[in-house]
């Protein structure tokens, strides 16, 4: 995996699901789990701590995982991965239209869950470091380009310089053209 510690969120009304979750995930990653049960906490921490991965269950009271998700990748791109009783093939179609990472019908197996979370983890970082790649690309570009008209500026004014001193070395020779006695063959 990484270096860091990932950050997985639960959003899980059912709290035998939630220990079974946490246990199983604690075992195998090195992760800071938080746990929710509705969508109103749940985007109420992601909007100012957001997580590297979001584990939400598609019906629940407040509103359904299907909007969750889409609400989630609204604020940044991160993997969700949805747990349904009942999944429709519509809940299915919407689910992968928003983007969202995997969706298991539960009963599931621990083990597929926990494999699709290294996945969607592994690609997070990817896609993170992808982005910091492409931001340090841009900043040096703009760097370059800065120096770059910084340059232009500086080579016009030498140029300015240079055809004016030019000009002044034509008007002292055509002046001392003039004061030059005239000879005549």
């Known amino acids: 995996m990484t270096d ?13 699901v939630l220990e079974i979750l946490v246990a199983s995930l604690s075992r195998r ?16 921490i992601e909007i100012f701590d957001p997580h590297d991965l979001v584990i939400a269950e598609l019906e629940l009271e407040d509103s359904g995982g299907l909007e969750l998700s889409e609400r989630l990748m609204a604020l940044s791109n991160r993997p969700v991965i949805l ?10 179609t919407k689910a992968m239209r928003l983007g969202v990472s995997d969706l298991f019908r539960k009963p599931f197996r621990v083990e597929q869950l926990l494999d699709a979370t290294d996945r969607a983890l592994r690609e997070h970082d990817l896609y993170r470091r992808r982005a910091a790649k492409y931001r340090r690309m841009r900043e040096l570009v703009r760097r370059i380009i800065s120096e770059r008209r910084d340059l232009n500026r500086r080579i016009e004014l030498i140029c300015r310089d240079l055809v004016g001193a030019q000009r002044r070395l034509v008007h002292r020779v055509l002046a001392l053209e003039e004061k030059k006695p005239h000879q005549v063959s």
């Not at 860091?4 to 035998?16: C, G, T």
């Not at 990653?29 to 109420?44: E, M, R």
């Open 29 to 44: 990653f090195d992760a800071h789990i938080t746990c929710v049960a509705d969508v109103t906490s749940c985007l109420d």
């Open 4 to 16: 860091r510690s990932h950050k997985i969120m639960l959003v899980e009304p059912d709290a035998e």
């Open 83 to 92: 747990l349904a009783n009942q999944a429709t093939c519509d809940d299915v």
